[in-house]
């Protein structure tokens, strides 16, 4: 147990002049040579800590720009809605004589072909519509 006591002191003490060197302390006692080695070894980790750092980055502006279309989707989709929804007050809004004439051949479709694009398929896309919905206006029978 001494043995390998002893064994595990010194490699103890090894690892903490390794760091005090990485972290630039108690470098007085290296030589020419070992201040060279050190200093490659630092830069090699610097050079894959950029590394990583910049595949990070990439991949971040990558998911803000699907992120970015998808709203730009989830918008159009919103766009057209709301202007479905304003063609139906409209048409809510035509005299009886009038809304007869129209009613046949009022036939509303929401589409949004833009929400099936392979970012929508690939990605959480809030726009859910059904590729088509077909809505006809049915008056309200009755007194309000």
Do not use: W
Request: proline share 2%; charged share 25%.
């Amino acid at each position: 147990y001494q043995q390998e006591s002893a064994k595990l002191r010194q490699q103890i003490q090894m690892l903490q002049n390794s760091n005090r060197h990485l972290m630039g302390d108690a470098l007085s006692t290296l030589t020419m040579k070992e201040l060279k080695q050190l200093e490659n070894r630092l830069e090699r980790g610097i050079t894959r800590i950029r590394s990583k750092k910049h595949e990070m980055l990439l991949a971040e502006i990558e998911y803000f720009q699907k992120r970015v279309i998808d709203l730009e989707n989830e918008n159009l989709c919103l766009r057209t809605k709301i202007i479905d929804v304003e063609r139906i007050q409209q048409v809510n809004m035509v005299s009886r004589p009038e809304l007869n004439v129209i009613q046949d051949h009022l036939t509303f479709k929401i589409n949004c072909v833009i929400c099936s694009r392979a970012f929508s398929a690939s990605t959480n896309s809030l726009c859910r519509t059904k590729p088509t919905t077909t809505m006809r206006y049915q008056p309200i029978t009755g007194s309000i």
